[in-house]
């Protein structure tokens, strides 16, 4: 069996942990802050039909009566629905950092070929559209315009441009890597595939957000990471596209050395189904 990449020991408890090369998120938000922010809730985020900004949308689904975040999930034969939270109106919460791990290949932000919505290229998995929103927690929750730079590992957890014992044969390839500018609406949208995974992590895809311009070099607003919800990965990875099966490694949040002390505002809203492909959606709060 070809062995997977295994995130660094930096990946543990010490949050912010960012390689040299980029730079910290002006705003870092810890366990705590994310335990006594809990009453700020979550954005309600719909599925592939269309997204809701913060405070309304034609689709908007917000139901919040309590100061917890709450799960739902919706199954049918054919597809499921499962919404990490809700949140009240007029309401959003600074994204927490998270380390940038160990493969970035921020030189790659260089290039501009990297300015790309589809970064699947020739890799093959269930369909994804990654959907992340920006807003700015210091102006009610309004659409930030910033480039969104984003990176995940491919079906059978390898991450392209590096190659290493537990990463062979991946560099100078691009795959599962790009960046977009947002919307109007301060959405940037992503075409790719349901990442896999390897030894030591949960299924995540990182991103990284630049307010002005992007570069190996230039400042960014915010590093993160996204995470999914289990029952949507168990039926992805039950699919025969997915030949290394559950992820035997991290079983839990819980038990993941990035995800431990919480997903509340980093637990996508994902819908559709293995058949069709998934959208996932996350609202990202910044400072700006």
Partial sequence: ????????????????????????????????????????????????????????????????TSSSSTTTTTSTASSTQVSSAASSSGSCTLIPTETIGPFPLSTLLNNSLVLRENIAEDKT??????KLKLVNVNNNCSPVSAYVYI??????????????????GQAGKT???????????????????????????ITHIHFQIFLTT?????????????????AVTTAV????????????????????????????????????SVAEGYVAELEVGIAV
């Fill in 1 to 64: 069996m070809q062995q997977q990449p295994i995130e660094q020991p930096a990946e543990h408890s010490t949050k912010p942990s960012i390689e040299q090369s980029a730079l910290v998120q002006a705003n870092t938000v810890d366990s705590e802050r994310r335990k006594t922010l809990g009453t700020l809730g979550l954005f309600s985020l719909i599925g592939a039909s269309g997204l809701i900004g913060c405070g309304g949308g034609s689709s908007s689904t917000n139901n919040s």
């Fill in 237 to 272: 990875y039950n699919s025969s596209l997915y030949t290394k099966g559950q992820n035997t490694s991290v079983t839990s949040f819980a038990a993941d050395n990035v995800f431990s002390d919480g997903v509340e505002y980093q637990l996508a809203t994902v819908t559709g």
């Fill in 125 to 130: 998995g269930v369909p994804l559209q990654v």
């Fill in 151 to 168: 990176w995940h590992c491919d079906k059978d957890g390898l991450y392209s441009g590096y190659s290493s014992n537990n990463n062979a």
């Fill in 214 to 230: 992007y570069s190996s070099t230039a400042q960014s607003t915010a590093i993160s990471q996204m995470a999914f919800p289990a």
């Fill in 175 to 201: 795959y599962c890597r790009g960046i977009q500018y947002t919307d109007t609406s301060g959405v940037a949208h992503f075409t790719t595939i349901y990442p896999g995974w390897y030894a030591g992590r």
